[in-house]
């Protein structure tokens, strides 16, 4: 079985800050790991995803995460937050050779101005 | 860029009724899903389509749900008696070649369906 934890449901951070979405996963063989966000009224926009051999992925807009085998999670990461990054995030898992993605429950971003 | 449009983009319908969800994928891509997410919680898989037919299907698609690509470019979802329990936002997204590898699916903007 496979499973995605956001262990939060909120996250406030001060506008120019850094800030980290948590992700931790659980699937058997070696994962696909995403991160989508979600404005309001919109669709998921696909923001980034793992690739096996690069612990720090890079993605749209600034975003980077980081993958980290032993402790089985793929956090969220920017160097410097913006409002307008203030939606809600995803992570998101794929068992290998499985079709469907498995959502984690979703993060709030609010960056505060 | 190539976007997934989904409509129409809110469907209200009197339970009992059969509802038609339309979807137009990317051009070029290959694999066809619908996702659905009921207000506050997560977004959950409900089918995946490939090659005109079903490749994968979760429980909650049971048999009143059928998905359909009635003439190579839209995609649809029928439900065929809507229940209250139905009511949730329906997301259709596509995939190109290695999507069943780790190429993202596209998702569209969605429906929000509304049973009354």
């Known amino acids: 079985a496979q499973s995605v934890a956001q262990p939060e449901d909120q996250v406030n951070v001060a506008e120019g800050n850094p800030l980290t979405v948590k992700c931790t996963y659980s699937?058997?063989?070696?994962?696909?790991l995403f991160w989508y966000v979600q404005y309001p009224n919109r669709g998921l926009q696909f923001l980034l995803k793992?690739?096996?051999?690069?612990?720090l992925v890079k993605g749209s807009y600034g975003f980077e995460a980081e993958f980290n085998k032993s402790q089985t999670s793929f956090h969220l990461k920017k160097p410097s937050a913006l409002v307008s990054d203030s939606a809600l995030y995803f992570c998101?898992?794929?068992?290998?050779?499985?079709?469907?993605?498995?959502f984690g429950t979703g993060t709030r971003l609010t960056v505060i101005p | 860029e190539p976007e997934v449009t989904q409509t129409p983009s809110h469907q209200v319908t009197q339970m009992g009724q059969e509802v038609i969800l339309r979807c137009v994928p990317i051009?070029?891509?290959?694999?066809f899903y619908w996702y659905r997410q009921i207000l506050g919680q997560k977004v959950e898989f409900l089918v995946s389509?490939?090659?005109?037919?079903?490749?994968?299907k979760s429980e909650i698609f049971d048999d009143q749900f059928s998905v359909e690509r009635p003439d190579g470019s839209n995609f649809t979802l029928k439900i065929r008696s809507t229940k209250l329990e139905d009511s949730a936002m329906y997301f259709c997204?596509?995939?190109?070649?290695?999507?069943?590898?780790?190429?993202?699916?596209?998702f569209g903007d969605g429906t929000r369906l509304s049973i009354l």
């Open positions: 389509f490939y090659n005109n037919e079903i490749s994968e």
């Open positions: 051009s070029n891509h290959l694999y």
């Open positions: 997204a596509s995939g190109g070649i290695g999507t069943v590898g780790n190429q993202p699916q596209h």
């Open positions: 793992y690739i096996t051999g690069d612990n």
């Open positions: 699937v058997s063989g070696n994962p696909y």
């Open positions: 998101a898992v794929k068992k290998t050779g499985a079709n469907n993605l498995f």
